[in-house]
């Protein structure tokens, strides 16, 4: 079962050396981290320790963190240091480490500035913060609409979907309903196809009105079966005929229907998601 | 009640100028976005209007995208774009096209390619791609976690939970519970504190066993006041003694039983989840 995963992920060759890697913000670091491991993927030669260090706001913190970096590099390279770190004082303490730092903002912000024709303002943390409230507020609501309406739970409120999702059993729906609420605020629905649907030509019943918000999900056989199969091993509900089968007809629905859909076996979530906001037009 | 609110975010001073800004990706668009929108947080003086343009992948793409810029820039202004576009010929078509082109990869590529002494593999979209499959798989297991466990309603298997988020109603378990779900496939539980918890002195019955594993929100009673209005209008529920009364019991509890804690009233879901990763140790 592996074996068809495997075909989609390219084999790296054995790692020759290590290197550590730490990503250091003044607020979450998911930025820090998010860009550092993209650039960190393009060496697949390296095998990189990795480390997320948040909220270093202070000179005294970043003193702490660069003791803990220099004590524990132990085999004579320097430490690479991705910083979303405004303040440059608290860069300075990396810069004259020793560490590798590859400054993530400054450069950019320099670039803006001459652009911009003025000063970036001087406010620390504010890249994470509350930032818009409606904004917050529109995406704990995303989040409690996406709980409610998970696999077809409710038909209240349909109307109000940006999104409803349909896909058989397995396929990735509700991940990428989560991501979608999560991230953009945007409320989505997802709703299994089952074998009750299928006999007829029509959408399920309770989405026919809402045609026009429904986005299919599909995978291959393989992958579906697998997946399956971590949930209840040898079942007629994993096996492969039972996925091949469901994954016809369901791709029979969307076509007859014109419903856009996409094969979700070699696609992350983010990348769904943005597929999903592009076809459906729910992006700026 | 805004009031409360409006403290916690700064008044900008109104914008004096629009300007057009580009995320522009050969995958998601997900880095360039965040990335992009943090970099130009800096500039409070400007209207930025964004648009998030993904999976540009060809140049025959990328031309299209930069008519589309051009023809949408009526006001004179260069449009700003901020790309992770590995490909250089791509990033040329934007470079030619009189945008400000921000290029978020490029320069930091060159000084890893400087310090690792190899060159970047060209394998493009490999930044959002599937990457590790069992990561995958352990993301969208931690997310149907979080759903049957969002708000108390299963007792199932909390030993494996990574962590149990217990607060009053509205102080924002469930999106935390599950940003940390879909980002970083930890096991979440969320379990809410109701007045039936209060009158002993201990962490509710089903929880207590595993009081390591429990890290609490409590919030400021104007907002949780505020939040509350939201979904029970002038209800004892939402008055601000109720408010007061259930998060001074909360706060107590969480001191009594050195539960960790945190006040989630200006603080971002990612911000809270930073936070509470490095607390329970849940972060290499």
């Not at 993209?38 to 320790?49: I, R």
């Not at 396929?171 to 997802?190: H, I």
Request: glycine share 6%; charged share 20%.
């Amino acid at each position: 079962m592996r074996g068809e995963t495997g075909q989609d992920v390219p084999c790296s060759p054995a790692p020759a050396y290590t290197r550590a890697a730490y990503f250091v913000s003044d607020s979450t670091g998911i930025t820090a981290e998010t860009l550092g491991s993209a650039l960190l993927a393009n060496f697949p030669g390296v095998d990189f320790q990795r480390h997320t260090i948040p909220f270093v706001d202070s000179v005294a913190g970043a003193r702490n963190v660069v003791r803990d970096i220099q004590s524990a590099s132990e085999d004579g390279t320097d430490p690479i240091v991705f910083a979303t770190v405004k303040s440059a004082s608290i860069l300075h303490e990396f810069d004259v480490s020793g560490a590798v730092v590859i400054d993530l903002l400054g450069g950019h912000l320099r670039e803006l500035e001459a652009t911009l024709g003025s000063t970036a303002s001087e406010q620390l943390g504010q890249f994470h913060g509350l930032g818009d409230i409606e904004h917050y507020f529109a995406r704990m609501r995303a989040v409690e609409y996406a709980i409610e309406h998970d696999d077809g739970q409710s038909e209240r409120a349909l109307d109000i979907a940006d999104v409803i999702l349909i896909a058989p059993s397995r396929c990735g729906k509700t991940p990428t309903t989560m991501y979608l609420a999560l991230q953009y605020g945007l409320l989505v629905a997802n709703y299994p196809l089952t074998d009750d649907d299928f006999p007829s030509d029509g959408l399920p019943r309770t989405v026919t009105r809402f045609a026009s918000k429904c986005f299919g999900l599909t995978t291959t056989p393989l992958r579906l079966s697998q997946v399956r199969h971590e949930r209840r091993p040898n079942s007629t509900y994993s096996s492969l005929a039972q996925c091949t089968l469901e994954l016809r007809r369901a791709e029979d629905l969307y076509r007859r229907n014109r419903v856009p859909f996409l094969n979700s076996s070699t696609k992350s979530v983010e990348e769904m998601s943005a597929v999903i906001m592009q076809s459906m037009r729910l992006r700026s």
